[in-house]
């Protein structure tokens, strides 16, 4: 049985407040086995509860939590999903042992610092994609084609880059490296808030076809659904190409070896994972998740490690 968590987080004198909201059933705690009435195990040969955390807005680990997710119910584990707002609890909670998997973490670049602060409790169990890259765009219509152009033209974006997530590494990036090393301060605000938000209103400026700066990246479905183009980045301030992980609490290798072992075999290319984010997100939406990676799986019979047993 798969229960939908919603983890609230308040940082503050180093705590982590949770709210649950159970879809279906009361929330079984990560790392114990889900009753089946009895007591006894999943049919599937492994038992036990993991737990996936991610942000639902960052539909790359959307996607892949449900990716695991089937794969996972069929070796014979229970899988419960924890969604969280922001990047610096989720590493919280992963540190913790509070969620047991992101499935989708960008631990090289974008996620460094977090990397630095809480690697001694996380275990990385192998990278699924390795051609990563955090953005600047403009809509294809907007006559500038790099990062470098845009301090001549801030009058023309009202002085703003409409950016996601406060904690975002990419929030991180753009104010402390490409804002600077551009020459943009005092021409132009980082204005953040949510992917939904930013989303939003790149939907409601292109249509318009209005002039407007925002912060993507890619693997990301939002870059075929819009006109949109990257800005060249010709002072490398977004940072290089980065792998995408599968990174879980210390110690989920050891209680949950044939789990740990089957994900560090799955491997996806850009067209893999492009056509299994659209499926997810623009094809099923939003309640079909689980529908739309069974027939993403389907229609891809070879690309996901068997499962042994």
Request: net charge negative; proline share 5%; charged share 20%.
């Amino acid at each position: 049985m798969k229960t939908l968590r919603t983890l609230s987080t308040m940082i503050g004198a180093g705590a982590l407040a949770f709210t649950l909201a159970a879809c279906g059933g009361n929330a079984t705690p990560a790392n114990t086995a889900a009753p089946g009435g009895d007591g006894s195990a999943p049919a599937g040969g492994a038992s036990g509860t993991i737990t996936m955390g991610y942000l639902p807005a960052w539909t790359d680990g959307l996607s892949t939590a449900y990716l695991l997710e089937n794969q996972l119910e069929q070796m014979g584990y229970t899988v419960e999903h924890e969604e969280l707002s922001e990047a610096a609890p989720l590493y919280v909670a992963l540190s913790r042992g509070d969620v047991d998997i992101y499935p989708s973490a960008w631990p090289e670049v974008t996620h460094a610092s977090y990397m630095e602060q809480y690697s001694a409790d996380i275990e990385d169990l192998g990278a699924y994609y390795d051609n990563a890259k955090l953005t600047i765009a403009v809509p294809e219509y907007t006559d500038i084609d790099s990062i470098e152009d845009l301090a001549a033209n801030a009058d023309r974006f009202g002085g703003r880059i409409v950016g996601i997530e406060p904690g975002a590494g990419l929030t991180k990036a753009t104010q402390e490296q490409v804002i600077p090393q551009y020459g943009l301060d005092g021409s132009y605000e980082l204005v953040t808030s949510s992917t939904t938000a930013m989303l939003a209103e790149l939907k409601k400026a292109t249509d318009a076809q209005q002039d407007i700066v925002v912060t993507l990246w890619r693997p990301f479905w939002a870059n075929s659904s819009f006109p949109v183009k990257d800005l060249a980045d010709p002072k490398g301030a977004l940072g290089e190409a980065e792998a995408l992980h599968f990174l879980a609490t210390k110690g989920f290798a050891e209680e949950f070896p044939e789990a740990a072992a089957y994900i560090s075999k799955i491997k996806l290319t850009d067209d893999q994972y492009g056509q299994l984010e659209d499926m997810v997100v623009n094809e099923y939406g939003e309640g079909r998740e689980a529908e739309a990676v069974q027939a993403w799986i389907d229609a891809n019979p070879d690309v996901l490690p068997a499962i042994e047993g």
